[in-house]
């Protein structure tokens, strides 16, 4: 009996969140990067970081080609039209 209820409850989330009348959009968020010169992530060769782009009302993210398939990630600030969060 449990399992069906909480079948029940997963259909009417799931139908909840693929409505057309609910209209999320994710934030999207500036990453600040540290690049390394091999997979051990020993040596740093450098730093980058994502730009928020805003035109008319819309804003997103642009991310720059990276110098190194090595390196990680540090999540920042929203990205938003206004400005940051």
């Known amino acids: 009996m449990r399992s069906i209820v909480k079948l029940a409850a997963a259909g009417l989330l799931f139908a909840m969140t693929a409505s057309p009348a609910v209209a999320f959009k994710a934030p999207e968020y500036v990453y600040y990067y540290t690049f390394y010169s091999d997979a051990?992530?020993?040596?740093?060769?450098?730093?980058?970081?994502?730009?928020?782009?805003?035109?008319?009302?819309?804003?997103?993210?642009?991310?720059?080609?990276?110098?190194?398939?090595?390196?990680?990630?540090?999540?920042?600030?929203?990205?938003?039209?206004?400005?940051?969060?």
């Open 40 to 85: 051990s992530k020993t040596t740093i060769v450098g730093y980058g970081q994502d730009y928020c782009m805003e035109y008319g009302g819309n804003a997103w993210v642009v991310t720059p080609l990276f110098p190194t398939p090595y390196y990680t990630a540090e999540r920042g600030h929203e990205c938003r039209p206004g400005g940051p969060l």
